[in-house]
Nanobody, 116 residues
């Protein structure tokens, strides 16, 4: 069955870094665009970053440009989100998403908390 398993979340101080990973299985990973979304308490889920199936193009929310980097390794069926210069407002549950046409898969999420 399809699985997207996020890892790498945790508690970090402002200005710190985290690297999230999302391991995929049960579908043809290299054929899907991948994205990271996040949802903070009381807020709607928002797109953080996306990457095309071959990894040739990326896009970012304005709030994370220059601080976050999305990448993928199609040989390992894994997508990453490197998060630097973290701010308290980055606190949220981060979700991995796979998309191809009208097909979308979601992971269960990993908590990121930025606090001193």
């Amino acid at each position: 069955q399809v699985q997207l398993v996020e890892s790498g979340g945790g508690l970090v101080q402002p200005g710190g870094s985290l690297r999230l990973s999302c391991a995929a299985s049960g579908f043809t990973f290299r054929a899907y665009a991948m994205s990271w979304y996040r949802q903070a308490p009381g807020k709607e889920r928002e797109l953080v970053a996306g990457i095309t199936s071959a990894g040739g193009s990326t896009n970012y929310a304005d709030s994370v440009k220059g601080r976050f980097t999305i990448s993928r390794d199609n040989a390992k069926n894994t997508v990453y989100l490197q998060m630097n210069s973290l701010k308290p407002e980055d606190t949220a549950v981060y979700y991995c998403n796979a998309e191809r046409g009208c097909i979308r898969y979601w992971g269960q999420g990993t908590q990121v908390t930025v606090s001193s």
